[in-house]
């Protein structure tokens, strides 16, 4: 088997890449840096600037199926340049592997899983989120998701099994939220977000690239929730993260007015709440590893727990000499 992904060397890409090294599968991938094209067996770049709408179509050639995880991070002060930034890169990577398909013999690409997120779904402390949720969030970020998941379904048109996942809180001891979550309660300055009550839908990363290749593998589609099986509250969470480092709390929680001074409209995401539920991906077939935040983080934070992306690839340089 071989898939084509995009973002291939960010957090979810490097895991899904792991876990494809792990099960033999070969791995083209689409970069925007000639810096980082590499050729090796089983793993292969190929140049794309998604801006200027180029893509090299030698990328499909014996492609089964596509990961589409390209866009720009939202963890940066939203000013006027970083929101377009934001919006452009997830939307043009869409239409860039439009253009791409459209020049290229597609009858052996089964299925295309295409990245999507949980801001999709609005505000709320109450409600529990299913897939079939019409309503979206009237905030930036659900409407980057609404434009983001109406370009991928413009792929349907290719006869093509097409997935899209709506990714919570990714979990990850190399990157993402977690660090920036650890780093307060490490320093004893950790505290609650606002009330401390607004729902946070968060996935393992393991289990996220997991489900990634389990969609593409059994060639599903449709929309899916990429969250664990049970969410928690801000409040839960820091209390969780701290007894797992041993620490203490002892500040009161962080009012919103201060992380909207620091942090301006991007400090939307630290308050809104979305309740997602797992159980459409669970009724496919697919279990977690982890289902349980006190699990998930013991994996992640304890010594010992998950090995790093760059400790995983020294052992594999090892094994091979």
Not at 73 to 90: D, F, G, L, P, V
Not at 141 to 156: H, I, S, T
Not at 227 to 237: E, F, G, K, L, Y
Request: proline share 3%; with cysteine.
């Amino acid at each position: 088997m071989k898939i084509l992904i995009t973002g291939a060397t960010g957090l979810v890409g490097s895991h899904i890449v792991q876990l494809c090294r792990q099960e033999n599968i070969e791995v083209n991938y689409l970069t925007t840096s000639r810096d980082k094209l590499e050729t090796e067996k089983g793993y292969q770049g190929f140049y794309w600037d998604p801006s200027k709408r180029e893509i090299d179509t030698n990328c499909f050639k014996g492609v089964d199926a596509i990961i589409n995880l390209a866009g720009t991070s939202i963890a940066q002060r939203w000013t006027k340049e970083h929101k377009k930034a934001i919006m452009n890169s997830r939307v043009n990577s869409l239409k860039t592997l439009d253009i791409g398909l459209a020049q290229v013999e597609r009858s052996k690409i089964r299925s295309i899983v295409s990245a999507s997120a949980v801001g999709y779904y609005p505000d709320s402390l109450t409600n529990y989120y299913s897939e079939s949720e019409k309503q979206y969030d009237k905030s930036f970020l659900g409407e980057v998701v609404v434009a983001w998941e109406r370009e991928a379904d413009a792929l349907k048109k290719y006869d093509i099994k097409l997935s899209k996942v709506r990714i919570g809180l990714v979990l990850a001891k190399d990157g993402g939220a977690l660090p920036q979550m650890v780093k307060p309660v490490e320093n004893y300055v950790g505290a609650a977000l606002g009330s401390g009550e607004q729902w946070q839908s968060w996935i393992h990363i393991r289990d996220l690239a997991s489900i990634f290749l389990f969609l593409v593998k059994n060639s599903h589609s449709g929309i899916y929730n990429a969250v664990a099986p049970n969410p928690v509250t801000n409040c839960r969470m820091t209390r969780e993260i701290a007894k797992t480092l041993d620490k203490p709390l002892w500040l009161p929680n962080i009012p919103q007015v201060v992380m909207r001074t620091i942090l301006g409209e991007m400090a939307y995401i630290l308050f809104s709440s979305q309740r997602a539920s797992s159980k459409k991906i669970e009724e496919k077939g697919y279990t977690f590893e982890f289902c349980n935040i006190q699990n998930a983080l013991a994996d992640l934070l304890k010594q010992g727990g998950e090995r790093t992306i760059s400790t995983a690839r020294l052992e594999e340089q090892r094994a091979s000499r």
